[in-house]
């Protein structure tokens, strides 16, 4: 479990392409300051496991069912990734309740900058829009972000939703350059599924 308040900005600094998996060396030295095998880090909002740790970084599997519904598979050297470790029961909960699991991806649709935040425009699958409300909260490549605005547009665009980025989030995520068409990580506030899940059972 996560809380979507990222730690860090790490690095891919070695992709390994295996038959049917894939795995990463990722650059982040606070994250990996206190971690050993077998621990749970969020990269990009994807709960992966710690399989081997090193001076400055660490090492993670990732399965195909991962890279085909997430944004992992598209990850190279170079690419900046958001990093946070599991949740420990006794720290605040300064985000929301993320588990990692990311529900779909979306697209960045556009950037609006203002003088003290901007606000960035995502697509949202058909399937993840009815999870989604304005003011609620929703997880971005690992991000807990309240979302601002939400729409539908005829054509190719269809559902979008809006989150407004304060400079610390435009400074220590990725999100801050994330350029018009970057693919990202969606997960979907938890509580909203169940409820869906329980009414269906009723």
């Not at 880090?41 to 994807?46: C, D, S, Y």
């Not at 599997?61 to 420990?88: C, F, P």
């Not at 399937?127 to 409300?133: E, F, N, P, T, W």
């Not at 400079?167 to 506030?189: F, Q, R, W, Y």
Request: glycine share 12%; aromatic share 4%.
């Amino acid at each position: 479990m996560f809380t979507g308040i990222v730690e860090e900005l790490g690095e891919i600094v070695a992709v390994e392409r295996l038959a049917d998996a894939a795995r990463l060396t990722i650059r982040g030295k606070l994250v990996t300051s206190d971690a050993g095998h077998g621990d749970s880090i969020a990269v990009n909002g994807v709960c992966l496991t710690v399989v081997d740790v090193l001076d400055d970084g660490f090492t993670v599997d990732v399965m195909q069912e991962t890279l085909n519904r997430s944004s992992i598979g598209g990850l190279g050297e170079g690419s900046a990734v958001n990093l946070e470790r599991a949740a420990a029961l006794n720290s605040r909960l300064g985000g929301h309740l993320v588990q990692g699991h990311v529900d779909g991806t979306g697209a960045v649709l556009s950037r609006t900058p203002s003088e003290n935040w901007e606000v960035v425009r995502i697509s949202l699958p058909e399937s993840l829009a009815r999870y989604v409300v304005e003011k609620g909260s929703i997880t971005v490549d690992g991000i807990s972000l309240t979302v601002s605005g939400l729409g539908r547009e005829a054509g190719a665009e269809g559902d979008w939703f809006e989150v407004s980025l304060i400079p610390t989030t435009l400074s220590l995520t990725n999100l801050g350059s994330a350029g018009v068409g970057t693919k990202v990580n969606l997960e979907v506030d938890v509580i909203a599924k169940y409820v869906e899940r329980l009414q269906q059972r009723g």
